[in-house]
DNA sequence: CGAGCTTTTGAACGCAGTCAACAATTGTGG
DNA sequence: CCACAATTGTTGACTGCGTTCAAAAGCTCG
């Protein structure tokens, strides 16, 4: 739905060119990429735990999560998702999907297909690399969740969530005055930090009393990043950009 | 310490081909790899946050896991590792470690340089593949991690980590007569399900009492496989095996 | 056979969950 | 543009799963 039918694809090129510099040629046949660019609505889940689906999504504008249940109907996010990221792209080599992938917000998504990603990948060992990183990078995030999950107590998760945010969308260029959106409801908050919604709120608005975030509607800003880091006990090793450590 | 040089390798194929076919060629190349073969002692890690590996490890023998501390000295083990498993593959594309990695029993591991596995991925794609798609596995088994540590209570998250053992040692030949050895300490399970050592032990107990499990020394056996499967909410879909669903 | 680790037990406490009701906001159709 | 419905956010009270602290008992191994 953007006017530069070419835009999903030096999106996704840009993403990657923060840690894999492409030759003209490796570039070219990024840019030929076929992306079907799609929008779709927040209540429909866009593949499902058993699915075999023959092509990835690539986010485009608004936000996707993935998210199993146990048997009790207790749901656990498992990833949000920026634009630029590709969140099923594990589906290129595991038969079946494993957990469900579904927007938390109108989003616009570009679905490349596998058969063109895997002949781009055999042509191209550094694009094969590439990808295979953006999944690495994907994993350590899991690391650094469950970490957060397991360990952490609810006000310090809910913080190293929101500067994990705030880094992850400075990358993409969604900050702006140290502010952002976030375009999600306090009960699908809870379910990525593995908390109930009541808990959520009472944290949320300790954070909100602390001073370290300040929110007006779905826009969160935050006035020290230094304070927010340290509540968070945040450190952005584990996302791997460019910077390095 | 085997008598057979190549047997790592062969491990390592035997492995790879639950999923992969390699052609002879494929497979003499990876017989070829250089794996250089050595004994660990649990005490001290193979590698830490931050290093910069310039080789990664195969398990031969024994158990390690991957962990991260808090800054509050809480630890999380976000995976262990069974003989067969290559626990820090991700660092042949990541600059930094951002986990340690540490045997949790006496163990033999075999040493397999970076610049061997990117040549040997730069030759056959398929054998790229094989690599790329146990790291997805990999990530596949710390959303399952996520969704145990944040939504399910600790009995039942105990019960599916076993689950979890009994499976995958299985298919690298370690269970017999529905017993397994698990060399781990109650401490260690609890920092690997993120809960406290005392309740790991009441549940533990709770799990023998309730006949789910037998333990004798470090051995664990399991009576009624589709009793613990119920009690773990275990489905073996996540690990993506051979027999698919 | 004693040192050190691991497992076990008890008691008190607390973080977070559940339930239930209400307020605020958003969305929808007339 | 308003009225009503539906979702989301907020609050209070009670409960409970799991933590913490401390001490004792059991193992393992030099």
Known sequence: MTDDPRSPNLLMISKLENTFTFSSEEKQAL??????????????????????????????????????VTSEGNRQIMALH??????????????????????????????????????????????????????????????EWLLNVGRREAYTRMAHLLCEFLVRLEVVGLVENSTFDLPITQAELADALGISAVHMNRVYQALRADGLIQTKGTQVTVPDWEKLKAAGDFDPLYLHLKGGQ
């Open 82 to 143: 920026v634009p630029g990221d590709i969140p099923d792209l594990q589906s290129l080599h595991l038969r079946f999907m494993d957990n469900n992938l579904a927007p938390i917000s109108p989003c616009t998504v570009g679905f490349i297909e596998h058969r063109d990603l895997l002949q781009i990948c055999e042509r191209y060992p550094s694009i094969t690399a590439a990808f295979w990183r953006e999944t690495l990078v994907d994993a350590s995030i899991f690391r």
């Open 31 to 68: 840019l030929d990429l076929p992306v079907q660019v799609t929008v779709l609505k927040e209540d429909r889940d866009i593949v499902r735990v058993g699915d075999r689906p023959s092509q990835s999504c690539l986010i485009l504008e608004g936000f996707t999560c993935i998210y199993k």
